[in-house]
C-alpha cells in the first residue's frame, strides 16, 4: 500500500477534528466538525481558510523566462506587470489543456502555482520545454487560501498593506512578522488571498488566522461546493486533454497578443487549432452549466440525454449548492444545445432527472476589482 504525502499543516488539521481523504496522493481534511454544508455557508458569509499545500509552486528564474513560457502556454505572459498574476494554460499539440495553472510576475522571476495531480507531469514540461538558460525550481513551501467577505478585514488586522491590494495583485511582505509571497485572487469566488510561505513557518501563520472569530478552517468538501457555484473548472472533471480552451469556455484566457493578427501570434502547442476555433467559433462542444429540477444531486459521469433519449453527453462536475439550495452541475454539450433553457435529462441509477441549461457562474464572484 502506498502511503499519502502530508502537508506541514497536518497535524494542526488532525487537531482541529479533521476528517481525511486521499487526493491526488496527499491526505488532505475533507471536512470538519461543521460538516461541508456550513463551511460552505461560512466561507460565503464571514472567512475560510484552506490548506492547499498539496498543489505544486515553481519559481523561473533567467534570461527571457516570460518569453520562453509561451512557448507552453497561450496566456501573455510578457505582457504581464510586475506585480501581477495570471491564468495560464498548457496546451497540448492538439489544442488540448495540459494544466491549468496561475502564473505571477514577482518581478526577477515567475512564480507558478500548478495542481497536484499534474505536478510530476507539469515540472517535466518545463524541465524539457524552456531552454537551458531558465532556470526551474520546484519549492517546498506551504500554500493557505483565505476566502470570504471578511479575508480582507482578517488579513489587514496582521498586515494593513494587504488592503490595498486588488483582484490578481501579487506581493511578498510580512504577515504577524511572517514573510509570505501573496496574491488576491479567490477560486471560491469570493474574494481572497493565496499565501505561499516557508514550510517552517505554516503552522505559526495558520494559528494566527485561525485566532480571529471570523475564521474557520474548511474543507475540500466545501471548497469543491464553493468552486462549482462559481462556475470554475476542475482539471480531470472539467478540463483534460482531449478539451481545448474554448470548448471549456476559457476564450479569455487565450491572451490578445497570441491570437490571430496579435502582437505574437500563436507559438504555443495547439495554437492552430484553438486559434481557429477561437476565430471561427466552429467547435462541437461546449461547457454550461445545469440546474437540477428536483432535490437530488447529479454526480460527475452521469449520462445526459435530449428528449429524443439521445445520449448527448455527461456531467464533468456536479453537487448540491448550498447558496442556491438546489443541485447544480457542469457538462459538455454539443453547441446546438447550449442555449439557456435546453432541457437535457441525466441518467441516475436507472432513473432520469430533468436538468436545465443555465448561465454560469451560478453565484455572482465577489472579487475586490
Known amino acids: 500500500m502506498t502511503s499519502l504525502h502530508q502537508t506541514p499543516l497536518h497535524e ?22 461543521m460538516g461541508v454544508k456550513r463551511e460552505h455557508e461560512h466561507t460565503r458569509s464571514a472567512c475560510g481558510v484552506f490548506d492547499v499545500s498539496h498543489m505544486g509552486q515553481v519559481v523561473l528564474t533567467g534570461e527571457g523566462c516570460a518569453e520562453a513560457l509561451e ?6 505572459i510578457v505582457g504581464l506587470s510586475p506585480g501581477r498574476q495570471r491564468y495560464a494554460l498548457f496546451t497540448t499539440q492538439e489544442g488540448g489543456v495540459v494544466d491549468d495553472l496561475m502564473v505571477a510576475n514577482q518581478g526577477d522571476a515567475l512564480h507558478l502555482v500548478i495542481n497536484a495531480a499534474r505536478r510530476d507531469i507539469d515540472i517535466t514540461l ?22 470570504g467577505p471578511k479575508a480582507c478585514e482578517v488579513l489587514k488586522a496582521l498586515n494593513p498593506e ?3 491590494m486588488v483582484f490578481m495583485d501579487h506581493r511578498a511582505l510580512a504577515l504577524a512578522d511572517i514573510p509570505v ?4 485572487s479567490g477560486y471560491t469566488g469570493e474574494d481572497g488571498f493565496e499565501i505561499s510561505v516557508a514550510e517552517a513557518d505554516a503552522e505559526r501563520l495558520m494559528e494566527h488566522l485561525m485566532a480571529f472569530e471570523s475564521v474557520e478552517p474548511i474543507g475540500l468538501g466545501a471548497r469543491d461546493s464553493l468552486r462549482l457555484e462559481a462556475g470554475l473548472c476542475l482539471y480531470g472533471n472539467d478540463l483534460d486533454e482531449q478539451t481545448t480552451p474554448i470548448e471549456a469556455g476559457l476564450h479569455w484566457a487565450v491572451g490578445k497578443a497570441r491570437r490571430q493578427g496579435g502582437e505574437r501570434e500563436g507559438g504555443f502547442p495547439g495554437a492552430d487549432v484553438i486559434l481557429t476555433q477561437l476565430a471561427n467559433r466552429d467547435h462541437l462542444t461546449q461547457r454550461v452549466g445545469l440546474v437540477v429540477s428536483g432535490r437530488a444531486p447529479v454526480r460527475a459521469g452521469s449520462a445526459l440525454f435530449d428528449e429524443q433519449d439521445n445520449q448527448v453527453g455527461e456531467i464533468s462536475s456536479g453537487t448540491f449548492g448550498p447558496t442556491l439550495g438546489k443541485p447544480i452541475a457542469m457538462a459538455y454539450l454539443p453547441v446546438e444545445m447550449t442555449q439557456n433553457g435546453t432541457r437535457v435529462w441525466a441518467d441516475v441509477r436507472g432513473k432520469r432527472h430533468e436538468m436545465t441549461v443555465t448561465a454560469m457562474p451560478f453565484v455572482t464572484p465577489n472579487y475586490a476589482r
Open 162 to 164: 494587504t488592503e490595498t
Open 71 to 76: 512557448t507552453l502556454v497561450c496566456a501573455d
Open 181 to 184: 509571497w501573496l496574491s488576491r
Open 12 to 33: 494542526l488539521h488532525a487537531r482541529s477534528g479533521a476528517k481525511f481523504t486521499d487526493f491526488a496522493g496527499y491526505e488532505m481534511p475533507v471536512q470538519y466538525a
Open 126 to 147: 518545463l524541465k524539457t520545454g524552456l531552454p537551458d538558460q531558465v532556470n526551474v525550481e520546484v519549492l517546498s513551501r506551504a500554500l493557505i487560501a483565505v476566502q
